[in-house]
């Protein structure tokens, strides 16, 4: 009788694997039309514009980009990019790094949330 339920437990966690998947892949799509509406006027992918390059920035230190001009609070953070401390970031740069550069924060958790799935897409191998 145990031997039946393991085939149907397994299929229960493929699916919900599968959701998962499906939910993840649907808000890093969410995540880069926010970016590409609200990010794009001073970020780009793969140049330093107005903002720092944000592709790979997951793992990186903040501030560390080589020829970018960062505030001195940046370059002395001491911050490395995780989910964590950009939703910090993200709602409230000022508040999380006092005397940085950056003017714009993101009110919705939910966009936030989505932003960030959408870079660390972007920092995955």
Not at 27 to 40: F, P, S, V
Not at 55 to 62: K, L, N
Not at 71 to 97: C, M, T, Y
Request: charge should be positive; hydrophobic fraction near 35%.
């Amino acid at each position: 009788m145990h031997i039946s339920a393991l085939p149907a437990g397994m299929i229960v966690l493929l699916l919900l694997a599968g959701t998962t998947y499906a939910q993840d892949k649907q808000q890093i799509a969410q995540g880069q039309r926010i970016w590409q509406k609200r990010c794009t006027e001073c970020h780009a992918l793969d140049t330093d514009e107005t903002g720092p390059r944000h592709r790979g920035v997951f793992g990186r230190q903040a501030g560390s980009i080589k020829g970018y001009d960062y505030s001195r609070a940046l370059r002395k953070s001491g911050v490395q990019w995780d989910a964590a401390s950009l939703e910090r970031w993200l709602s409230d740069p000022e508040k999380f790094i006092p005397g940085q550069n950056m003017d714009y924060r993101v009110r919705s958790k939910t966009d936030r949330d989505a932003l960030i799935a959408y870079l660390r897409s972007l920092s995955q191998p």
